[in-house]
């Protein structure tokens, strides 16, 4: 049972969604708590198209607001005299059940914070749902050919209220539906086009020393002594807000930049002092007021921070664009970097996070070009001209990693590229995505037959070449600019592990994190600090077993053994299998990693041991099936040999006694294995509530 899944893989995250939800009904039913089946689907469609981690086990408040507030308003038609269903009551029975099954991310709010997050926006969750102007455009004319007796339903029907509507003879409240396209025009609509690639997990020194490397930065002191310059009594500038000439040739001596002050008859020619003075005003450290530069008092705090003070001039720089790129007279333009600044600085610096090697420039500078091709309209002119558009661009960025490297976000070297950016082999990605990968795709890439055109496979070659003939410029992120990226990126909803972040989390919050999130290095560095820190190795591993043997889905049971067993140390692993194989609960997934790992063939297993593994892998099928007519049809495409299967997986010793009986319920209706029987199970109660309340729609 995985808990995030990409945004195209559609049938496994719908699978996982029927099964999820399912299993939330029957336990709501058990602990006589409200819910909707409807609408914690919709719950779970807004996490995984409409926030950028996609994560389906996570929820902060912004998220209780934004399903509660936008979302179901936007989405969920509830249609005139249907019974209104309890969206934060169900919502409130998701997260118990996320957090009672384990399927919780350790690294959200605790269950009481999610809650309370509920309870603050459950009484507007009402007035929004009838609120016309958070409509979607869907919604808005389901509703109003509703409201005017239109059996939606009904195609046919709706067809002709569609055309009346085209026509202008229907009446519709204009107000709302013209508040409703200036949202979706300014960008305000939730869609699933958030999501954000993952990142790899991030290792970081302690605040502490970061906060020793910041105070180490010639920028950090440059604008710590600028502010202090200013002062709370200020410093006159002109009337156009520069600093006068007087004042600026001090100023450059008090700060060190170097720049020439002879026959300089204005501080605009000054360029080092003036990104200066602009970085202090953008990172909010000092203000023009009344024709004086003023230190602002409420920075004080920041001043004193080194790390602080780092952070918040790291966060200035995407607002240097005129200070550090801009055209300096109407003789010249800008470049087509100036345009698209602030997006492109944003994709630099997420494309250097969390590489494992350093960047080389050409790559870096294609992808970049690849950028500009799919903002910009680039007219039939000659190769020359835009050749000349291109490298003017190149010089921008590299004065922007002039700057990011000036501050210590970024370090530069020179060196062979690393294997891993030149050709990319795409040998088995199969015709149809060869052909239809854009020319410039296919030349970045470098990939041999994807691009037809015999120039563009020239470029290609060519860049191929300027990687492998010698050292090239590399970049790479700082451990500071790691911690300023990382701290933007989740900002944005973005999941950013960092190692160490887990040292704390319960043991299956522990293996579901690094069985869906970390490589394979990461998982086994964070699983080392986290059994280093109960102090006791033995009762750590007892932990860690006991959470996979108490998981109830199978697959995410097996994700976290399999994960725990790859991140302990050679032989550790191995000798823990040998114990688990002789473990009533968990011999079943023991054995299937056995056999896995070829540690262990079906000739060696015992008949009870053959019987076990088959009636694993069929509870598993069921899950990935998403349970329900999914499962059916799985079982039913196998025909006789599921029967055969099935069979014996009921005469099996398998632990999962409801998990069998829910499997020979599915049996009888697929395949009509009527009368075989299993070890008693206790039946699920299903509340009333729990009904799915598929008459609403979205």
């Keep these: 049972m995985r808990m995030r899944f990409e945004p195209e893989a559609e049938e496994e995250f719908e699978a996982a969604r029927g099964l999820l939800v399912d299993r939330l009904v029957r336990w709501a039913g058990e602990q006589g708590l409200p819910v909707d089946g409807f609408l914690a689907e919709a719950a779970l469609d807004y996490r995984h198209l409409a926030t950028a981690d996609g994560r389906l086990g996570l929820w902060e408040s912004r998220h209780v607001e934004e399903l509660l507030l936008s979302w179901l308003p936007q989405q969920v038609t509830e249609l005139p005299g249907e019974e209104r269903a309890d969206a934060p009551g169900t919502l409130r029975t998701l997260l118990r059940y996320l957090h009672a099954a384990q399927l919780a991310d350790p690294r959200g709010p605790s ?47 709706f067809q002709r209220f569609a055309d009346r509507a085209r026509r202008g003879e229907v009446a519709y409240d204009q107000q709302a539906l ?10 305000r609509v939730l869609s699933d086009e958030a999501r954000a690639e993952p990142q790899l997990p991030v290792m970081l020194p302690p605040d502490d020393e970061l906060r020793r490397r910041a105070g180490a930065s010639t920028i950090v002191a440059q604008l710590r002594a600028l502010a202090e310059w200013a002062g709370q009594g200020g410093r006159p500038v002109t009337a156009t807000g520069r600093l006068r000439m007087a004042e600026a040739r001090e100023l450059v001596d008090v700060l060190g930049t170097g720049d020439r002050i002879e026959g300089v008859r204005s501080s605009a020619d000054l360029p080092r002092l003036g990104l200066l003075v602009e970085w202090a005003k953008k990172a909010r450290l000092v203000r023009v007021v009344k024709g004086r530069l003023y230190a602002v008092a409420k920075a004080r705090p920041v001043l004193a921070d080194p790390l602080q003070l780092w952070l918040r001039a790291f966060d ?14 109407g003789r010249h333009v800008e470049s087509m970097l100036f345009d698209v600044y602030e997006d492109v600085l944003d994709d630099v610096l997420n494309a250097l996070y969390s590489l494992p090697y350093p960047m080389p420039w050409p790559r870096l500078r294609d992808t970049v070009h690849l950028a500009y091709r799919s903002s910009f309209h680039l007219d039939a002119g000659s190769d020359l001209r835009h050749r000349m558009w291109f490298e003017h661009a190149d010089r921008d960025l590299h004065a922007v990693l002039d700057l990011l490297d000036d501050l210590g976000a970024i370090e530069r070297d020179r060196g062979m590229a690393d294997p891993v950016f030149l050709d990319i082999d795409l040998s088995d990605a199969g015709p149809e995505l060869l052909a239809d990968m854009p020319p410039e795709l296919a030349e970045l890439l470098g990939v041999a037959g994807a691009a037809t055109d015999p120039v563009a496979r020239e470029r290609a070659d060519a860049r191929r070449e300027e990687l492998t003939a010698g050292p090239v410029e590399l970049i790479r992120l700082t451990e500071l600019g790691t911690r300023a990226v990382r701290q933007r990126l989740l900002a944005a909803d973005r999941d950013a592990p960092l190692v160490g972040e887990l040292a704390q989390a319960p ?22 600090g986290w059994i280093t820190a109960r102090g006791e190795r033995e009762e750590a591993l007892s932990q860690l077993t006991d959470a996979v043997r108490t998981m109830t889905f199978r697959t995410r049971a097996q994700a976290m053994l399999d994960v725990l067993l790859a991140a302990l140390p050679d032989g550790v692993g191995e000798r823990l299998l040998g114990t688990l194989r002789r473990d009533t609960q968990l011999a079943p997934l023991a054995l299937n990693a056995l056999a896995h790992r070829e540690l262990l063939s079906r000739q060696d297993m015992t008949d009870a041991e053959s019987l076990l593994v088959l009636a694993e892998s069929l509870l598993q099928l069921v899950e990935l099936a998403g349970g329900g007519d999914g499962a059916e049809g799985a079982l039913r495409a196998q025909g006789s040999q599921a029967r055969d299967a099935v069979a014996a997986a009921l005469d099996s010793a398998h632990p999962d006694r409801a998990g069998l009986d829910e499997l020979r319920q599915l049996a009888a209706r697929a395949l009509g294995t009527h009368g075989v029987r299993v070890g008693r199970a206790p039946k699920a109660r299903r509340s009333s509530s729990g009904k799915s309340g598929r008459k609403r729609r979205r």
Excluded: N
């Design 111 to 157: 269950l009481q914070d999610s809650l309370a997050a509920v309870d603050r926006v459950a009484e507007q969750h009402l007035a929004a749902m009838t609120d016309r102007t958070r409509w979607g455009l869907a919604k808005f004319w389901a509703m109003t050919a509703a409201e005017q007796c239109v059996d939606i339903q009904d195609g046919a029907a």
């Design 178 to 187: 013209a508040a409703i396209m200036e949202r979706r025009l300014s960008g």
């Design 316 to 329: 200035a720089c995407f607002e240097l664009r005129q200070a550090l790129i801009g055209a300096r007279s």
């Design 507 to 528: 043991a299956a919050g522990l293996l579901g994190v690094l069985a869906e999130d970390y490589d394979p290095d990461a998982a086994r560095t964070e699983l080392a």
